[in-house]
């Protein structure tokens, strides 16, 4: 059985490069559309006068659909083409334009 060191060397080097030994994460350079998250991907979303938490519940080629957590518990689905752009904020993908820190939805708090 034969191994190959030619990945482990590179690794190593970007190790070796980096200071104190720590990898420092490369900003995306493009921006992210819809399509790359994958199934089960949560994300923040606008509706008409909040925002709301989403969950990506299904891809396909004409549309991508998400399930939208609505204040009272209940969920529903809405359809968004595959090409939408997405913003981040941090980690969390945002599915619309303006500040959503601010207008967060608040959820029953029966939940």
């Not at 490369?26 to 089960?40: K, Y």
């Not at 083409?81 to 608040?106: F, Q, Y």
Request: hydrophobic share 35%.
């Amino acid at each position: 059985m034969s191994t190959s060191t030619e990945g482990l060397s590179e690794s190593a080097e970007a190790f070796a490069s980096a200071p104190d030994g720590l990898s420092v994460s490369q900003p995306a350079t493009q921006p992210r559309n819809l399509d790359a998250l994958p199934v089960g991907a949560r994300l923040i979303l606008r509706c008409r006068k909040d925002w709301r938490e989403a969950i990506v519940a299904a891809r396909s080629l004409e549309h991508i659909t998400l399930l939208v957590c609505a204040p009272r518990g209940s969920t529903y689905r809405v359809k968004r083409p595959p090409d939408t752009p997405l913003c981040e904020h941090g980690p969390i993908p945002v599915l619309g334009e303006g500040s959503w820190r601010a207008g967060l939805v608040r959820y029953d708090v029966r939940w």
